[in-house]
């Protein structure tokens, strides 16, 4: 790795994704002053990071769709808890982002990946119309709701979805996922004996797939698009706050059923 | 460090607090087995941690005081931050206590390090008294609150500010720190031409102060109260969720002025 | 609660720990001022947060005793990351203490709930002791660690264990789950054919059952634990940072097996 | 808002940011369904998020030219943190993300504020370039670095830094800010008797700055780029643990000059 004549780069062997000389950094095999500042896109850049490779056209449609679609849904339980920290604590914006990431968890965002483990498992069944209906059925008599499926507000149909699907045709990467996608979806409306909706983070889960995205990461891409989100919300609390507001409005709120 | 027959033990040389070897913790010193667990209590246990020496049982008094106040004061930011995050992600319940840490920052509880700031000024002149009105006034001229004055409910007085320097004054351990906050008191008053209360967080400031506790990592000593506090509207969060209350309290929240 | 003349105090309906008015502070039907400042240690009133009443002196003695073996035992990763936060934020300690807590997850200090919750399925069980043979011979099938048993460091005993069961034992508090406890290590010694010890966490498991502490909280009182520890390293970070020093091992460090 | 036939929309007036209908979200005034998904890129839909209206081809590509130059630089303390976190707590990949962006503070990438703050400053005064060697003479004699400034392993220059100057060129943004940021690094070097490279933290300054973004919310947009980097690690981490390893190294490390 060292150029005789420089001095020796830092040498990060618990990692491989990047290297550092005076000179350049080099990441996942490229120069980012030769090949990437300026040159590719933050989506390219973050496929880049995380898969290891540049992304084609047709997968960076893709992930864009997925992150812009993703990115913001007004005053969700996590941009209340950043904008409350964010008053608390203005010192610190990382800790405001951060709070509202911790709620980035499994009961909103997590069914991207609930989702995409449906699909794996409905894509390694020899008969996945079969296999789709086993867990539509499954779901049905424990009375748990199919990750990915329904929406308290988007009905009968999530508008999301329909777009993500409409980028994922656009870019000719409909494939696989997709399919096991709407066999869960036939199976979903058959067990219910009603439509359901595929909400967002499911149509994300066979759009990441086709991506070639694995399931275990996903909830990192829901993460960085959140992220953004944050910061904007930061921002409107910085000029507006709204933290008295919401505080005074908890303290008096009465919870369901009690 | 080793001893004969036995296997070497791991050296932390980057820290001086603990070392281990199979049948003991070193902690500051003391055998972890035959000198604490069971003989000390946590108070103790924390201020020998933090500051590398068990506490009189005089520091022990005024620290359990300290630490009892600062732990629950209701649907506070932080706490709903907590529980939102709990409620999204029940998974994980270490960050749902992390983002209500998170909000243990400069605008509530960092008035406990802002008041043992002014305290210390005070107590490096060599007027002490001309000091405090200098404070009191400069503050007032640009319009600041004085850090540790004032509470919007607890008024005309703080009940806890009393209960505080009762328990410095039963341990005999009042001193400098709270003459230079009884001439700080006064020289408030003095400026805004009314009676301004000690809040608790400037009663915590002067009370530290006289147990050896530096101004730097007071904040620490706040955040571990409000840990257990936030522990608690977990487990009550985990019973009757107030999450989605909350959510819809804030959404329809009107924030002031505007 | 309201007092002719004053103004209406917040009434917090989301939560039923803790009201506000002027002149007090009530928790768990608790006053702050009369009952419990100076009145009873972090100890009991962290108990009280949490279960909603008064520990007995019992409860007090054994809850210290596992707060006090959990704070500190090193250079952690939790310990680690909260040096390298406070170190790069310098300016907001409570993302250090934060980034810290966010360490104490399931590989860890988790095995105390993994631990509880075998507890509790022998504990249920109508046969304890062919339970806990079933238990360790599930987990020596599938070869999977159990929860609360084994050490790197601590062997052929942890030392810590027989603090914590000799704590319980002074307290009087010796009941099924110690019991439970004693036929899991029986069974797991006969399982691997050699001694496996009990560890920490193990011991704390069943000593917070004998509490009356559920085991979906249990984690909450690590989590309380190791803040204090996180405390003292932030200070030590304060006056001898590690963090330039841990930073460059860790980017020449080589990796186990790669 | 509500449309005749159906359930009212939830109305959020604590946030201008976004509304949502059963049918589709609107965000700063635009269709989430009908402009945004499969119309604008990642980058994009942030500047709107965050800013209040699209931005122009100019202002993208400076905004991609600084998330990509911040996204990645080896296993800094953040990264470390991050990973730990990680493989201590792999049931919650949020806590790590958060772990690791606590640590994006002050001393790191911090200084991007620093140096858009001695921008602004710059540009407030009648004489700039006077007011630029001002700014030198002042961190000189009290023997503070300049925000912005100076690097330990890219000298004489930082590579990054030519690559977003080149990229703010390229889009023909070049202006007050770039002005300014040479009348600092030209006194900068005057003060330093030699020369001190502009980093990629002061040249993102810049950048941010010409692009309209104002200095209190830049770190929002490092926060983001080093979000998708951490992404990168922890699919990493999950795959090839670093973090015995660096937990071992940590330990062993030797601080400097203790």
């Known amino acids: 790795l060292t150029t005789p004549g420089k001095s020796a780069p830092a040498v990060a062997t618990t990692t491989n994704i990047a290297t550092s000389t005076p000179d350049d950094v080099t990441i996942r095999g490229k120069s980012l002053c030769r090949d990437l500042?300026?040159?590719v896109t933050f989506t390219e850049m973050a496929f880049l990071q995380v898969m290891g490779s540049l992304p084609t056209p047709a997968q960076t449609a893709v992930l864009d769709a997925c992150l812009v679609t993703l990115m913001e849904h007004g005053m969700t339980p996590s941009?209340?808890?950043a904008r409350l920290v964010n008053s608390s604590a203005p010192e610190a914006m990382q800790g405001a982002v951060a709070a509202g990431i911790l709620g980035v968890g499994s009961v909103f965002v997590g069914t991207v990946e609930g989702?995409?483990?449906?699909?794996?498992?409905?894509l390694a069944s020899s008969d996945t119309e079969a296999e789709a209906a086993r867990v539509a059925a499954e779901h049905r008599a424990s009375q748990r709701p199919v990750p990915g499926f329904g929406h308290p507000l988007h009905k009968p149909d999530d508008p999301r979805t329909a777009c993500i699907l409409r980028a994922i045709?656009?870019?000719?990467?409909?494939?696989?996922?997709?399919?096991a996608l709407r066999h869960l979806a036939f199976a979903v409306d058959q067990?219910?004996?009603?439509h359901v909706t595929i909400n967002a983070t499911g149509a994300v889960a066979a759009a990441l797939g086709e991506c070639g995205i694995p399931a275990s990461i996903m909830r990192g891409f829901a993460i960085l698009a959140r992220c953004a989100?944050?910061?904007?919300?930061?921002?409107?609390e910085q000029r507006t706050p709204a933290m008295r507001a919401i505080w005074d409005a908890a303290e008096r709120a009465v919870p369901y059923a009690r």
């Open 79 to 81: 941009v209340i808890a």
């Open 191 to 194: 067990a219910a004996g009603k």
């Open 169 to 179: 045709d656009s870019a000719g990467l409909a494939g696989r996922h997709v399919a």
């Open 115 to 122: 989702c995409a483990a449906l699909i794996e498992r409905v």
């Open 37 to 39: 500042i300026g040159k």
């Open 229 to 236: 989100g944050l910061v904007g919300h930061i921002l409107e």
